[in-house]
């Protein structure tokens, strides 16, 4: 489903951000990338949606190389990934409904529809009572599940989660862990990146790990060594 | 879907103007301040125009006749004149005409009609006031005159005497100085329009600059420019509309309200000497509201559009 091929990130002021790295993720799998801050974890996700290029290499989605895309195909892609970031990523002047729903817009579809998703989506994250909050009313963890609703919310091939604990207190991350455990085991692909061995350990699974921007370890028994 | 699509558009850009809250009314003070510049420039050149009309109206050239000229020669010279290209419009007075404006004039004083009748034969000459295009153009037909012999059917000189001279130093200065203040107006209110408008730009651009991090997930939820654009730049149009509304009152107020204030500085309840100041505005805002109205909100609702346009679109290559 997704090829990284000896992608390489060299920044200008000459520091490489990722060396080579290479690896498959196949379809239905929950794949985690454990790594020291500053070892190319972010840099990596930020590649697969294009938010940042290669300096050489080339990423596949589904046998496309994702850099070649024209801006068109480019929306459509990133239609088809869900994205939930560390800092939550939402938009400040729109409420947790508003929020999820302008994914829904984004994606084409009726006013009919996001009336019944999105309700549905935020009760899926218990936030059915918060929906009309904006995310200034909203803690750390329930800004992480509208970020996951909004992921979830036009049912996409694959979730991309860079440090989506990372701001999370205990019980929080506990919660955030299940609720994309059980997107994985509903059919969609999880790439889930974490420093966090509590976490590694809850999900288990396929592992790579990561080191000063190469992929030093991949293994299959969730294991987090560093 | 395509109705569906503009009905979000718009929709959304009327919710973000409101919520947007001291940004969109700090927006539309900035706005509104630079529209009414704009309309600053349109009241004066219209001043500026009516008082050099009013100036060059009262600039001509009068061609005084001998008592013994025959008025069938006069109105030859007329035509003959007419036809000069510099000439904007020749007005005959004949001899009765002076004879009769003279009585009319000092019709309550007996003591300078008594004198008049004592002459007993009209003493007024005919004469024609000859009005240019342009000050420039007078000392043009000063020489045409002097060189014309025109004569009576006698074949004595009809022309005794042409004024150009005795105020050729006025038109001369006039021919100069209203150019040059055409041209200053013209470079002002560049100017003025060039810092507007860079207001404008900047004070957009600082309200979706604070947006910038929402358009970077906009885009990567996997929306399309234009609907990322869309509502930001129905925003600026409503800060134009808003703002363009808010300018033409204090245009209206000023144009209605200053010609008061003209009269009260003045000391004076109204009088014709200050028409020429007194209802310029007021006249001027209510015989061209039309155009006013559509440079003002077109300039606030254009500029509001492509200031948003072109700053949008910096961050929207994610």
């Known amino acids: ?226 | 879907m395509l109705f569906t699509y503009l009905k979000r558009i718009i929709r959304t850009g009327f919710v973000n103007f409101w919520r947007n809250g001291f940004l969109s009314l700090a927006a539309l003070i900035v706005l509104t301040l630079s529209l009414t510049a704009f309309g600053a420039l349109i009241f004066g050149s219209a001043f500026g125009r009516t008082l050099v009309e009013e100036v060059k109206s009262k600039v001509d050239i009068n061609v005084y006749f001998s008592l013994s000229a025959e008025e069938s020669a006069i109105l030859d010279l007329k035509k003959i004149i007419e036809q000069l290209p510099e000439v904007d419009g020749v007005e005959y007075i004949s001899r009765d005409q002076a004879l009769a404006s003279f009585r009319n004039k000092w019709k309550d004083n007996t003591l300078i009609l008594q004198g008049l009748d004592e002459i007993g034969d009209n003493p007024f000459p005919a004469v024609l006031n000859i009005m240019a295009k342009e000050p420039s153009q007078y000392a043009g037909i000063a020489g045409f005159l002097d060189g014309k012999d025109s004569l009576s059917k006698s074949g004595t000189a009809i022309i005794d005497k042409v004024n150009y001279n005795q105020n050729k130093l006025v038109i001369e200065r006039l021919g100069r100085i209203i150019p040059a203040v055409q041209k200053g107006g013209l470079i002002l209110a560049v100017i003025l329009v060039i810092v507007a408008v860079i207001i404008i730009f900047n004070t957009i651009r600082l309200i979706i600059y604070n947006s910038k991090d929402e358009i970077s997930v906009m885009k990567l939820v996997g929306a399309s420019n234009s609907y990322i654009r869309g509502p930001f730049v129905m925003s600026g149009i409503m800060y134009g509309l808003i703002s363009g509304i808010l300018t033409l009152a204090v245009l209206a107020i000023f144009a209605f309200y200053s010609d008061l204030a003209i009269l009260k500085f003045a000391g004076v309840q109204g009088t014709q000497d200050f028409s020429l100041i007194v209802n310029v505005f007021s006249s001027y805002f209510r015989q061209n509201f039309g155009e006013i109205f559509a440079i003002i909100l077109g300039s606030g609702v254009i500029l509001g559009a492509i200031s948003s346009y072109l700053a949008v679109r910096r961050y929207l290559n994610v």
């Open chain 1, 1 to 226: 489903m997704i090829y990284f091929d000896k992608v390489t990130r060299v920044y200008p002021d000459e520091s490489i951000a990722l060396d080579e790295v290479s690896f498959t993720v196949e379809p239905k799998e929950f794949v985690t990338i454990v790594g020291h801050s500053g070892a190319g974890k972010t840099t990596l996700m930020k590649m697969l949606i294009a938010e940042d290029r290669p300096t050489h290499g080339s990423i596949f989605f589904e046998s496309k190389n994702v850099h070649k895309l024209r801006r068109k195909e480019m929306n459509k892609l990133r239609r088809r990934i869900g994205t939930v970031f560390q800092d939550f990523r939402l938009i400040r002047d729109k409420t947790a409904y508003e929020n999820i729903a302008f994914a829904m817009e984004a994606s084409g579809k009726s006013d009919k529809e996001i009336a019944s998703d999105v309700p549905y989506v935020l009760d899926l994250v218990d936030l059915g009572d918060k929906m009309w909050n904006f995310p200034h009313q909203l803690s750390g963890g329930e800004k992480q599940r509208v970020a996951i609703a909004r992921a979830i919310v036009n049912q996409p091939d694959i979730i991309i989660a860079d440090e989506p604990t990372g701001n999370l207190d205990p019980i929080n991350i506990m919660e955030i862990v299940k609720i994309i455990h059980k997107i994985n085991e509903l059919g969609t692909t999880i790439l889930l990146t974490t420093h966090n061995k509590e976490v590694v350990d809850m999900i288990g699974g396929r592992v790579l790990t990561m080191e000063k921007g190469k992929v030093i370890r991949d293994d299959k028994n969730g294991k987090y060594i560093l």
